[in-house]
């Protein structure tokens, strides 16, 4: 397992080793170093009940949420070359596609905000808020937060206070074999406040010794302290874990499915495009999507013609679309209809349209949809009905462009549910 191998530039991940875990959801995550999700997952492992309370949940928190911090940079949405060996793709835009400067509470773009990457107990009580207020899905997300910040407290080089040449190489197991196996024990009533402390006392010296021995030697054996850190991260992350379930377990609910939007209503926000993201060239709630990350001459992004807002896509070989950020896609159940409808600008020899997906709970795509709409003279109106078909329980509609020059403009989508 590998840390740094790159992933194919047609799929959902930046990094290949994702697939050694078997991971298929399309809103995953993962990743340069695997050792934060492993984590998790030892840790709700350890936790039959918590996992089983949290039912989709607990696979979004182990190879997504509990990452989001460390996929909190400007670089997403871009080439990188100076990013090897990741030069020849683009970064996905992860940031974007889960918000995560928003529940981070700092932004790369515009520097605002905080930058907290570590304060687990802030993060936590963010979490324990966001539950007390009903918001299941955000405290699971801000749960993920705080686990990795917790993780960095018990991490050998955060531990030492290293950020620097040293610090990736001090925190990455060469072999995550006997963590992936780790099972730990609840410890009944133990708090996440108790948890900074011990975790920080049982690590800082081990993080000492190992950067004092990769400074002597870069290809030195550390694995012996970086397990014996991992192993106490582990057990941290079990006591959160069950922290947070001694408190919600009653209150929250993951199972039951939300009730239906009403019908008629447009599930789209932002759907005029008006409003832009921390970069202009994204509309905020809305992020791009690229099927091929080796293209470079495609260009996706939000542009204003004769005073209409519009996403307008050129030069696509493969397809690009704009979908609604996975916060903001709507909640489903098998059989209800939903129609997609969007006005569109495109010449005869442009190639585009709606564009829908059905996603099970955990973000495992179940059918996608495109209906392409006819090029010709000014604006026309397309409208795509579909039924939510069975194992659905999340749809994401959009538009995109495909095999054209362009420009394929889009504007004015609208999602309602007509049954």
């Known amino acids: 397992m590998f840390p740094h191998e790159a992933g194919p530039a047609s799929g959902p991940y930046l990094h290949a080793w994702p697939a050694t875990t078997g991971v298929r959801g399309e809103g995953f995550a993962p990743l340069s170093s695997p050792t934060h999700h492993l984590i998790t997952r030892a840790a709700l492992r350890s936790l039959p009940r918590v996992r089983a309370w949290l039912g989709p949940e607990a696979e979004l928190l182990t190879w997504c949420y509990c990452g989001l911090q460390d996929m909190n940079w400007p670089t997403y949405s871009r080439f990188n070359p100076g990013e090897k060996p990741f030069a020849h793709v683009r970064f ?3 940031r974007r596609e889960w918000e995560i400067s928003r529940y981070c509470e700092y932004n790369p773009i515009t520097k605002e905000g905080r930058y907290a990457h570590q304060e687990p107990l802030l993060h936590y009580h963010r979490a324990v808020a966001a539950a007390e207020a009903g918001r299941a899905r955000d405290a699971v997300r801000l749960l993920g937060i705080a686990l990795h910040s917790f993780q960095d407290t018990g991490s ?14 001090g925190e990455r197991p060469r072999d995550h074999t006997e963590l992936d196996e780790l099972v730990l024990h609840l410890r009944e009533g133990f708090s996440a406040e108790a948890v900074v402390e011990e975790l920080h006392a049982a690590c800082a010296a081990r993080g000492r010794e190992v950067v004092a021995r990769l400074s002597r030697d870069i290809d030195a054996d550390v694995l012996d302290l970086q397990m014996a850190c991992a192993r106490d991260c582990v057990q941290a992350t079990v006591d959160v874990l069950a922290d947070f379930h001694r408190r919600f377990h009653g209150r929250l609910s993951f199972s039951n499915p939300p009730p239906p939007p009403p019908p008629g209503r447009n599930l789209l926000e932002n759907a005029d495009f008006a409003r832009p993201d921390d970069e202009p060239f994204c509309p905020a709630g809305w992020v791009m999507k690229w099927w091929d990350r080796s293209e470079r001459a495609v260009e996706i992004g939000r542009e204003q013609v004769d005073g209409v807002w519009t996403v307008t896509v050129r030069r696509a070989a493969a397809r690009v679309a704009c979908l609604p950020t996975w916060p903001r896609a709507v909640r489903v159940r098998p059989r209800e209809v939903y129609e ?4 569109f600008l495109t010449r005869e020899d ?8 059905f996603y099970d709970e955990t973000t495992v795509k179940v059918t996608e949809h495109a209906l392409f709409t006819p090029g010709g003279a000014g604006w026309q109106e397309s409208v795509l009905r579909l039924e939510t078909p069975g194992g659905a329980g999340i749809l994401r509609a959009g538009a995109f462009g495909e095999f054209t020059e362009g420009p394929v403009r889009f504007t004015d989508l609208k999602l309602v549910r007509t049954r």
């Open 92 to 94: 996905p835009d992860s």
């Open 156 to 169: 050998p080089t955060h531990a030492a206070g290293e950020s620097g040449a040293l610090h990736g190489p």
């Open 340 to 343: 997609i409808s969007g006005r």
């Open 350 to 357: 442009a190639a585009g349209g709606l564009y829908a997906a």
